[in-house]
C-alpha cells in the first residue's frame, strides 16, 4: 500500500531551523512529482513547494522563497523540506504529497501524507 509518512516537525525560535522529511512507500517513487503543503488552523491548505521527478525543477511559494529548499533522493524514496529563518506565520501542519507533475492544486495530487506539526514561536 502506498505509504507517505512525514517526520522532522517541532517547536522552534523564530529564526530557527528545520528538515523535514517524507518517505515513501509502495509506489514507483521517481515516477512522481512531490510537493510539500501547509495548513495553518482556520485556513486553506497552501502549496509551499514542488519538485520534479528528476528533481531538475522546483517551485516554491513566495512567502519562502530564498527560506526553504526542497530536494529528493530518489535512491532513499525520501523527499525533504529545509526550513531556514523560520517565522510564526510558517506555523501550521505540514504535508507532503506525490502528482504526475509538479503544480500548486492540491487536488492534482495522488497521494498524501499524514502531516508533521511546525510551530514557530515568537
Known amino acids: 500500500q502506498v505509504q507517505l509518512v512525514e517526520s522532522g516537525g517541532g517547536l522552534v525560535p523564530a529564526g530557527g531551523s528545520l528538515r523535514l522529511s517524507c518517505a515513501a512507500s509502495?509506489?514507483?517513487?521517481?515516477?512522481?512529482?512531490m510537493g510539500w503543503f501547509r495548513q495553518a488552523p482556520g485556513k486553506e491548505r497552501e502549496f509551499v513547494a514542488g519538485i520534479s521527478w528528476s528533481g531538475s525543477n522546483t517551485d516554491y511559494v513566495d512567502s519562502v522563497k530564498g527560506r526553504f529548499t526542497i530536494s529528493r533522493d530518489n535512491a532513499k524514496k525520501t523527499v525533504y523540506l529545509q526550513m531556514n529563518d523560520l517565522k510564526p506565520g510558517d506555523t501550521a501542519v505540514y504535508y507532503c504529497?506525490?502528482?504526475?507533475?509538479?503544480?500548486?492544486?492540491?487536488?492534482?495530487?495522488?497521494?498524501w501524507g499524514q502531516g508533521t506539526q511546525v510551530t514557530v514561536s515568537s
Open positions: 509502495g509506489l514507483t517513487f521517481s515516477d512522481y512529482a
Open positions: 504529497a506525490a502528482a504526475t507533475t509538479i503544480t500548486i492544486y492540491p487536488g492534482r495530487y495522488r497521494y
